[in-house]
């Protein structure tokens, strides 16, 4: 390519650039730059305090409860979802009556939105009225407070959450089993392999690249999870469902400390940066072995 | 010539007398008039369907009588109103009008500098037909920062007459009786009580109510905070004797939740307002005969103490329809149009215009007919009532209540005791370390 060529190839595409910088890194710069100041909200008063906030945040105990939170829901979230959704996609890998329908049906989680989610299992959990303890009540045991107490609360939220999303690791998983060579099954089970030395050493090495990238991918996705979790338990009881996305929340409309919630925003940046480096270069190193395999 | 003999009809004399008001008003305001077409933004906290439906019809009389003022209602939750303020504030996309917002909300706004003065209103409206105590409450150097729109008292606790006569109980008078009746009341799958112990506005409401029964203060007149005293510690005390005996999922209530509890008849009683009557009457009829109220239980009978919520109508600083927001908050209070949207949810909302509040057309409507005594306790509760953010007449007004309010401090504290498990004590001293650091920003 000339330098003609290249400068044109930069002019065509300035266009696009000056605004992917005006829509992201704009608000970015602005956020970073407002969380050295005190704000409030409704009368949009300044007050420089430098690092301040930061120092405000690092003292403060519902931060580091909210930053366990949010691993917890994290680590709770991935288990199920990438448990819960290799096991589906095994199962509808195998041939049996119904399997199409089977298929199609599994994304009608994923395909809801996410306040009608909250609010049909809200309504299921309900302590007067929801099927789930009319069920319980109906077999003799006590009604039970699904989302008002700990750790219900947060082990309802992580099952609902995975509920909605475990599709998305079906459908990843799935298409991956599919182009699994059956070669390779073939051979393991003329050394005499069983069906669960077929699975270790077979399917899982099969799956790791995919996984790899799926993990990270929904870890990005379920470490900012916002909506649900408010929607849900708006943080409660206490601050026991709070993570870092509703911190923010709180911080910024609950009690106007504007400068304060962009801050805890810059800190969760940093720990998304950090995923989404991680999600890179497993992105580069599974794009780098499949292309050895072929 | 030949003169026909013409007698207008009810409905034709309706619309010459909206006109004739429209016209009255426009006198009032008008710049209103004059100014090229507009779509007033007008927020409102009241958002029950059939209220919804009474501003419907309040926005068509207004639309006739201003073609060029265009009405968009825009409905918003208790919960919601903080946080939805806040993001059109920083915005600078403020609604035009705020209906029904409570005082300790408008007092914050206030507090703030964020409203205009709405004496012109009040004047077109009539200054001596409000009630004093509400028109007092909005008046602050001699000016008034919001028009007294509505009251409703949250300070009540129905029960169930047929449950309290079977177990041979009278309705409780004290926090201690309420403890007994509640107790007694609470058996199988019937909870002696409704009250709200979620992270919402209602537990945030009710807080104040309950610390200043029990002789406490929230802030001093010196604007320091005192959360931290024997009164809350007794009000925790009291939340937590009486968790035993509400719902399981009462950790999460709010408005609805608690009224819902009580009008499926799962529990005995509960702290709510008149919207009561109407809840219970279209979603079930059974309980209808069954139902009636007292003002809240005190802590001590020396010591009264009922809050009022004491809406109101106020215009955001940053409006940009000021002279036609003025224009549609004083049409508000045309006699037809306000008393439909009061009796919208009869005995819910008690009228401020004191020519309402004892008219025929108010008081004939078949609920409050039949639900009389209900509704004159209900007005009765509400004359001796006080507003959260004035505990007294002589008490400076707290302008931060509002954002203490929507702080949820109040809620975590009550939380942290019936959940957590910590002692009253130092969770009274946890709520008050959270509120001084709320008041230094």
């Known amino acids: 390519m000339n330098q003609r060529d290249l400068g044109l190839g930069y002019l065509l595409l300035s266009p696009t650039v000056l605004l992917l910088c005006g829509l992201l890194g704009w608000p970015l710069i602005q956020a970073v730059l407002l969380s050295f100041y005190d704000m409030h909200p409704l009368t949009r008063k300044f007050v420089w305090v430098g690092l301040g906030n930061y120092e405000d945040l690092f003292q403060d105990d519902m931060f580091w409860r909210a930053l366990g939170n949010n691993f917890i829901w994290l680590a709770g979230s991935l288990l199920l979802q990438i448990g819960g959704g290799v096991a589906i996609a095994l199962l509808l890998n195998r041939s049996f009556p119904g399997r199409g329908l089977a298929r199609s049906l599994i994304l009608f989680p994923y395909l809801m939105p996410v306040l009608v989610a909250a609010l049909v299992w809200q309504w299921m959990l309900h302590d007067l009225n929801g099927i789930v303890n009319y069920a319980l009540t109906s077999l003799g045991f006590r009604r039970v407070d699904w989302l008002g107490a700990m750790p219900n609360a947060m082990v309802t939220v992580i099952v609902v959450g995975s509920w909605r999303v475990f599709p998305f690791v079906v459908i990843a998983v799935l298409a991956r089993l599919q182009s699994i060579p059956q070669q390779l099954y073939e051979a393991a089970e003329i050394d005499g392999a069983s069906r669960v030395a077929r699975f270790w050493d077979v399917t899982v090495p099969q799956l790791a690249n995919v996984l790899s990238v799926v993990v990270l991918l929904r870890a990005i996705w379920d470490f900012r999870e916002f909506d649900l979790i408010f929607l849900m338990t708006g943080g409660g009881p206490v601050i026991g469902t709070t993570t870092l996305p509703l911190l923010v929340y709180k911080e910024a409309f609950e009690l106007f400390k504007m400068g304060k919630a962009l801050a805890i925003a810059v800190v969760m940046l940093g720990c998304m940066l950090v995923l989404i480096a991680a999600y890179l270069f497993t992105l580069r190193k599974a794009s780098t072995s499949e292309e050895m395999q072929s | ?441």
């Open chain 2, 1 to 441: 010539m030949r003169l026909s003999r013409y007698a207008p009809s009810r409905r034709e004399l309706l619309r010459q007398a909206g006109a004739a008001a429209a016209l009255s008003l426009a006198g009032s305001f008008p710049e209103a008039r004059a100014q090229s077409p507009v779509t007033l933004r007008v927020m409102t906290l009241q958002r029950a369907p059939l209220q919804l439906k009474a501003y419907e019809a309040m926005v068509q009389g207004f639309e006739a009588a201003n073609p060029n003022i265009k009405v968009s209602i825009l409905p918003v939750s208790q919960t919601d109103l903080w946080p939805k303020l806040a993001a059109a504030y920083a915005g600078g996309d403020v609604p035009d009008l705020v209906l029904q917002i409570t005082s300790e909300n408008a007092v914050s706004l206030y507090g703030q500098g964020l409203i205009h003065p709405v004496d012109d209103v009040v004047k077109a409206i009539g200054e001596s037909d409000f009630e004093p105590a509400a028109l007092n409450l909005f008046k602050d150097k001699g000016s008034y920062f919001a028009v007294p729109a509505s009251n409703n008292c949250v300070s009540l606790l129905w029960y169930r007459t047929d449950l309290l006569q079977e177990a041979g109980l009278e309705p409780p008078k004290t926090w201690d009786q309420m403890v007994a009746v509640a107790k007694k009341l609470t058996k199988g799958d019937q909870y002696g009580a409704s009250l709200p112990y979620g992270k919402t506005a209602m537990t945030n409401s009710i807080t104040w109510t309950l610390i200043y029964q029990a002789g406490g203060r929230v802030i001093a007149p010196d604007n320091s905070v005192v959360f931290n005293s024997d009164a809350t510690v007794a009000m925790l005390e009291f939340m937590k004797e009486m968790h035993e005996y509400v719902p399981p999922g009462a950790n999460r209530y709010d408005f609805f939740d608690v009224l819902n509890a009580y009008v499926t008849g799962t529990s005995a009683t509960c702290m709510y307002t008149g919207r009561t009557i109407v809840n219970v009457n279209t979603e079930n009829p059974k309980l209808a005969d069954k139902i009636s109220v007292v003002p809240f239980p005190l802590r001590s009978l020396d010591r009264p103490w009922w809050s009022g919520a004491f809406e109101s109508i106020i215009i955001p600083k940053a409006a940009k329809n000021v002279a036609a927001a003025r224009l549609f908050a004083a049409w508000n209070f045309k006699k037809q149009t306000y008393i439909d949207f009061i009796n919208a949810t009869p005995g819910h909302q008690i009228p401020m215009l004191k020519s309402v509040l004892g008219s025929p057309e108010y008081l004939s409507h078949p609920l409050l007919v039949k639900y009389r005594k209900e509704l004159d306790t209900t007005i009765d509760t509400l004359s001796k009532a006080r507003a959260t953010c004035k505990p007294t007449a002589d008490y400076p007004l707290i302008t931060r209540a509002g954002e203490i309010q929507n702080s949820g401090i109040f809620a975590e504290t009550i939380q942290k005791v019936v959940i957590e498990g910590e002692n009253p004590k130092t969770a009274a001293a946890w709520g008050q370390d959270r509120l001084a650091r709320l008041m230094k920003s």
